[in-house]
């Protein structure tokens, strides 16, 4: 795609987001953009960065470290985010590249992750994937889950827990999403947690009048993937 035609959808999203929270009453710098670019190549990547975007969300770790090697180099200091589903054997590469996993949904993950992030000396900052739909597809741990596996990482000295993240079911209807935002807003405060990464191209308004802290935005930005 044209690099022009990135700059005016960064723009145009830059733009809805501070609307929106302004609208909400809230600071748009309360909310970070995170372009998700899996499958966009590194090229395409390093236009974005040219433009001004900084984090970027990828849910492969092998995909981001591809690319993240290639664009290694940079002067710019740009920050990874998984946000898929991540295989305990992904986990030591993850926790070498990520600065935020958005998806951890077991304590054996976690376990895992602080095992690597102890072994390089790292405070691994994650957010807990939280599963809001009875969609049989949906990753991410069940509300009664959440209490065990916040308290097990409360007790790792190499995981730092800063919120939550969930993925709403499809819905053509962007407000289809309110209902699993303003739960996963209402859980993270019982539990004091900040961080709210919620929010996709198709539906980050809502999420954003919800308290989203972090949209992910992939297709609004590089087109939409085949
Ligand atoms: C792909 C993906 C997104 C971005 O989706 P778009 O609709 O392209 O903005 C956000 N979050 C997760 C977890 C994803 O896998």
């Known amino acids: 795609m044209e690099v022009e035609t990135i700059a005016q959808r960064i723009s145009a999203i830059y733009k809805r987001i501070s609307h929106c929270a302004m609208r909400a009453g809230r600071d748009p710098l309360e909310v970070k953009l995170i372009a998700v670019s899996k499958g966009v190549s590194a090229e395409v ?64 993950l976690a376990e895992t992750i602080n095992r690597h992030a102890r072994d390089i000396g790292k405070l691994q900052r994650v957010l807990i994937e939280v ?47 309110r209902p699993f935002y303003r739960r996963l807003r209402e859980i993270a405060r019982g539990y004091g947690l900040r961080e709210l990464s919620m929010g996709m191209s198709g539906d980050f308004e809502v999420a954003i009048e919800e308290g989203s802290t972090m949209v992910r935005i992939g297709s609004a930005i590089f087109g939409e993937r085949r």
């Open 45 to 108: 990547i390093k236009s974005a960065i040219d433009l001004g975007l900084r984090a970027f969300g990828e849910n492969r770790v092998k995909e981001a470290l591809e690319k993240s090697q290639l664009l290694a180099g940079l002067k710019e200091d740009i920050e990874w985010h998984m946000i898929g589903h991540l295989q305990r054997n992904k986990a030591k590469n993850a926790v070498r590249l990520f600065e935020l996993i958005h998806s951890v949904d077991s304590i054996s």
């Open 131 to 177: 599963k809001l739909s009875p969609e049989p597809t949906k990753t991410g741990i069940g509300v009664d889950g959440l209490e065990p596996l916040i308290v097990s990482i409360r007790d790792m000295e190499n995981i730092k827990l800063e919120g939550l993240m969930t993925m709403p079911p499809y819905s053509d209807n962007p407000e289809g999403s």
